[in-house]
T-cell receptor, first 114, second 115 residues
Framework: DSGVTQTPKHLITATGQRVTLRCSPR?????VYWYQQSLDQGLQFLIQ???????AKGNILERFSAQQFPDLHSELNLSSLELGDSALYFC?????????????FGPGTRLTVL | AQSVTQLDSHVSVSEGTPVLLRCNYS??????LFWYVQHPNKGLQLLLK??????LVKGINGFEAEFKKSETSFHLTKPSAHMSDAAEYFC?????????????FGTGTKLQVIP
């Protein structure tokens, strides 16, 4: 158990809909990262937050957004969903922003768009 | 620029034989390097990490990796494969750029262990 929790575990929805994925980092960790893992794209970094502020953006679509709240939990919002958004979405947390910080991964949310 | 290349997408070994998963990296600075393992339908678990201390790093489950700066490599090895080692392995390079941690994942190597 990494100490990172993600809800829900599974999500099934229809095209055009909007969903919210939630992540709680390990106790004491200030950085949260979101990743998308799909069969064709592999593991893609989406976005990073540190202590409530956006720090880095990866391959995140404009239809996707995220935020980190004062209690440090984070939410990833996916809107106007398309079939291709079906994937496993991981959240990870780390202590800070050092290159040596270990990222601890949650169990993931499996999103299926029908 | 930062990049990581996992040289094999699939590796197949017999149970009890050595495992070698290859990783080469590129980074402008002094990176930290990690290996993660992902079992089917599970999250990623840290196996080991290198952060500029000893170049030979020991991890969990009998895995180890050696940082070779001259070869820009960080290959993962295990003397004797176990059936439970069948999983996907990711090599990761990490460094700090402009106040944030930049992390790049390799494309993964799927390890098959044959009984």
């Amino acid at each position: 158990d990494s100490g990172v929790t993600q809800t829900p575990k599974h999500l099934i929805t229809a095209t055009g809909q909007r969903v919210t994925l939630r992540c709680s980092p390990r106790s004491g960790d200030l950085s949260v990262y979101w990743y998308q893992q799909s069969l064709d794209q592999g593991l893609q970094f989406l976005i990073q937050y540190y202590n409530g502020e956006e720090r880095a953006k990866g391959n995140i679509l404009e239809r996707f957004s995220a935020q980190q709240f004062p209690d440090l939990h984070s939410e990833l919002n996916l809107s106007s969903l398309e079939l291709g958004d079906s994937a496993l979405y991981f959240c990870a947390s780390s202590a800070g922003t050092s290159g040596a910080d270990t990222q601890y991964f949650g169990p993931g949310t499996r999103l299926t768009v029908l | 620029a930062q990049s990581v290349t996992q040289l094999d997408s699939h590796v197949s070994v017999s149970e009890g034989t050595p495992v070698l998963l290859r990783c080469n990296y590129s980074s402008s600075y002094s990176p930290s390097l990690f290996w993660y393992v992902q079992h089917p339908n599970k999250g990623l678990q840290l196996l080991l990490k290198y952060t500029s201390a000893a170049t030979l790093v020991k991890g969990i489950n009998g895995f180890e990796a050696e940082f070779k700066k001259s070869e820009t490599s960080f290959h993962l090895t295990k003397p004797s494969a176990h059936m439970s080692d069948a999983a996907e392995y990711f090599c990761v390079v990490s460094d700090r750029f402009g106040g944030y941690q930049k992390v790049t994942f390799g494309t993964g190597t799927k390890l098959q262990v044959i009984p």
